[in-house]
């Protein structure tokens, strides 16, 4: 079965750096797209980057040159490097795969930016 395990998340002042981490299991990672949402309290969940197989990226506009996705397929692992960090960052972070039109999602871990 499809497991994704997030790690890495905390609390960090304002222009802070956090790397997450999405370990992934269940599936052949190395063909697979890999994304990161995040969700606030109170609000919808939203895609914040992908990565394809090939090593390809796009990001939400409110992160772009701030956040940075990369894969290790010998690891099974999807990060997300998060530099420059703002109050409105702060939200619960997933990786997400989807297969067969079903999401699969991490447990998700908490960041928050704050002073």
């Known amino acids: 079965q499809v497991h994704l395990a997030e790690s890495g998340g905390g609390l960090v002042q304002p222009g802070g750096s956090l790397r997450l981490s999405c370990v992934a299991s269940?599936?052949?990672?190395?063909?697979?797209?890999m994304r990161w949402y995040r969700q606030a309290p109170g609000k919808e969940r939203e895609w914040v980057a992908h990565?394809?197989?090939?090593?390809?990226?796009n990001y939400v506009d409110s992160v772009k040159g701030r956040f940075t996705i990369s894969r290790d397929n010998a690891k099974n692992t999807v990060y997300l490097q998060m530099n420059s960090l703002k109050p409105e960052d702060t939200a619960v972070y997933y990786c997400n795969k989807v297969m067969y039109g079903i999401n699969y999602w991490g447990q998700g871990t908490q960041v928050t930016v704050s002073s």
């Open positions: 269940g599936f052949t990672f190395s063909t697979a797209i």
């Open positions: 990565i394809t197989s090939a090593g390809a990226t």
